[in-house]
């Protein structure tokens, strides 16, 4: 099962996962009455112990067996490639900018908001998400990421968001493979966040947390922010 999500972008995949759902039970359903089908009306009889007439060059039969796996394929395709297009849209600006900079083993998170920036949160290896570093974020707000890493490849996940995504070395910073958006939903909370590619020996305290607020308390944080960084 999905986990609740937190995003926009997450009604896209949790529908994308539901509709496999039904096609393959669909898909199931089918082949499997044929099965039965085939196993009970079609047994080698004892009476009749010659071969059954055969059939050869049978062509709408052969048609049929083309063409519906073709149709299927396409249908499943469609709305794979509908779906991860949309997923993976930067378009516009996004008024919450975040860096995230993943290294062995921890991040560093350095948000922009409305063309300020706050100043760099940054980790340690931790067992409990709660205790890696934090990224504030507003409800109701389009964010846009963009990853790099200091040193290996690293995955940013964060489950609710129901999206993860590499972050390789040696990218171009013009690569659009390193950015994407979401635009998060009503969901004040804290939220996990780890890495999901082996990276180490420390990969798996590599965890930090996503914490979702009100625009009030997220203008707050900023001012806090911003009052810290001047000293
Ligand atoms: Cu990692």
Known sequence: ?????????????????????????????????????ASFFHRKRRAKADLPPQVRYNLPIEMLYTLIPLVMVSVFFFFTARDSERLTRVDGDAPVKVKVEAYQWSWRFTTTYNGKTLPTVAGTPVHDYHQGPQLVLPVNQKVEFTLTTDDVIHSFWVPEFLFKRDVIPGIPESNPGRKFQIQTLNKPGVYAGRCAELCGVDHSRMLFNVKLVSQQEFDQYIATQQAGSAQ
Do not use: F, R, Y
């Open 1 to 37: 099962m999905l986990p609740d999500h937190v995003t926009e972008q997450g009604n896209v995949v949790q529908s994308l996962w539901n509709g496999a759902w039904v096609a393959a039970l669909a898909t199931g359903a089918v082949v499997i009455v044929l099965i039965l089908w």
